[in-house]
């Protein structure tokens, strides 16, 4: 079938296209690519994708995209624009529940894709969760997204914030206590609802009892800074959208994983440093799910988790980004990560930058990169080739002018720095887990089948979701853009 022929003819191609793009997926062989030299060119089983590639480059077009409609399981997919929710939700209600997370509470959802919350405050209702969902969003906040947080002036302020959101957030989760209630704890520097409740609930002799009264017997002024900082990790809730995006319905990441079910998330350029920290937690509580997927028996269809990080670090600057690239492969979760080159990991998270290359098991290079470091690192990874020259020399003398000519070998970069920063038109650079490069052609989603096929609007609207596994939820339920509500336990109508 060509893109041309599926045109105008309704919903029949439509899925004949998503089906056929899922099944090569769904036979584990990654994360597509483009086109190869014998057809589609994927990461292969179990390796994580880098791209890189400046702004207009097409990754998301060429990359993100096709890698969203073709995803055999759940999709967790993030962007500073709504595009890959408009080009792809349509295909992917096919097999699953479209959900959008919009802590800005401003983006106007297309039908069939259904607002979802999330709040620290359900992450925390174990303990170990609360320790991690509030590292997670310190970290993020306090720019110390490697390494330990205790370390320095610095982060003896950034550990101590963790230190007490982790006994809050635990109190508010087993008491009842919304993320309003947790915010006014904080903003007034007022734990003691917060401990009166871990010692009714834990008792006394609990860990989280002992922090947070350690916490609150220290001195008045070394207090309020430990409060001001973690003030200061929850800024983003002092908007009334981001504060909203913690009611219910709330996310399911057990449910999540378990069926064909996207997530999109969306958070503006100008407020991601603001939101980073709420996206990142989220994310965090999403990866613990898929693991537990891939160890239990509900993994048996083998279809992985997909992370699709559009600009990554701005928007999800996960702080053990480096680890779930290397683990995530063997435990049901895959990460497509997009940068704009490694000065931008390298800002993020510092030194494990200079490894990227080695720890995705694939990178994409785009053509228009700019950062030298980045372009002759990816030059040295070519290595050299000989090239043979002949040098031909004058010399006058008795008996007249005599020619001489020299042979020699010299090494030259196979790619230099200015043809992997310049690029072809149309075709990307792949580097995979062998360090071997290699080019192929992009697959524009607007602009080549079968992803054109998949994202052509449809003549008529289809929200029946065949295939569904759970819901994606915890309390509550979406509405529907006629008003009507979707029931729990049943399909949509």
């Keep these: 079938m060509t893109a041309g022929s599926a045109r105008g003819r309704g919903w029949k191609p439509h899925a004949r296209s998503v089906a056929k793009v899922q099944d090569a997926a769904r036979t584990g062989r990654g994360v597509y690519l483009g086109l190869g030299a014998h057809g589609w060119a994927w990461s292969g089983a179990q390796r994580s994708t880098l791209v890189l590639g400046p702004s207009r480059s097409g990754k998301t077009s060429a990359l993100v995209v096709p890698n969203v409609l073709s995803a055999p399981g759940a999709v967790l997919a993030t962007s500073t624009k709504p595009d890959v929710l408009r080009a792809t939700a349509r295909a992917r209600a096919s097999a699953g529940w ?21 709040s620290p405050v359900s992450a925390a209702r174990e303990w170990h ?98 409060w001001s900082t973690a003030s200061g990790v929850l800024a983003a809730y002092r908007a009334p959208g981001a504060l909203a995006s913690t009611e219910t319905p709330l996310l399911d990441p057990d449910s999540f994983c378990a069926g064909a079910h996207t997530l999109y998330v969306c958070a503006p350029a100008a407020r991601q440093k603001l939101l980073a920290p709420l996206v990142v937690a989220m994310l965090s509580e999403v990866r613990d799910a898929a693991y537990r997927r891939a160890a239990g028996s509900s993994a048996s269809d083998g279809a992985p988790v997909l992370f699709a990080l559009d600009e990554v670090a701005n928007i999800a600057p996960l702080p053990d980004l480096p680890s779930l690239v290397t683990e995530g492969p063997g435990q049901g979760l895959l990460t497509l990560a997009c940068l704009q080159d490694l000065s931008q990991a390298r800002a993020r998270w510092g030194t494990e930058a200079d490894a990227f290359v080695s720890i995705f098991g694939t990178t994409v290079v785009l ?127």
């Design 129 to 226: 969760g609360a320790l991690e969902v509030a590292d997670a969003m310190v970290r993020t906040a306090r720019g110390r997204p490697t390494g330990a947080i205790g370390a320095g002036s610095e982060g003896h302020w950034s550990e101590r914030a963790a230190a007490l959101l982790a006994p809050l957030l635990h109190a508010a989760s087993l008491d009842g206590v919304s993320m309003r209630g947790v915010l006014r704890w904080v903003d007034r520097h007022d734990g003691a609802p917060a401990l009166d409740a871990l010692s009714a609930r834990l008792g006394d002799d609990a860990v989280a009892t002992d922090l947070l009264a350690g916490i609150l017997s220290t001195d008045p002024r070394e207090q309020s800074g430990i």
């Design 367 to 493: 053509g228009g990169i700019a950062d030298m470091r980045t372009l002759e690192a990816l030059s040295a990874l070519s290595g050299d080739r000989e090239v043979r020259s002949r040098t031909i020399g004058f010399s006058d003398g008795a008996g007249g002018r005599q020619v001489s000519a020299t042979d020699a070998t010299v090494l030259r970069r196979r790619l230099p720095a200015d043809v992997v920063a310049r690029g072809l038109d149309g075709w990307a650079l792949c580097v995979d887990a062998r360090n071997r490069l290699g080019w192929v052609r992009l697959t524009p989603a607007h602009d080549t089948w079968p992803w054109r096929d998949c994202i052509s609007p449809d003549r008529g609207r289809s929200q029946r979701l065949p295939g569904s596994t759970g819901w994606p939820w915890r309390a509550g339920g979406p509405t529907r853009s006629d008003g009507v509500g979707v029931a729990l336990g049943g399909r949509s109508p």
């Design 98 to 118: 479209c959900l959008a997370f919009d802590p800005t509470g401003e983006l106007e959802l297309p039908p069939g894709v259904h607002r979802v919350g999330w």
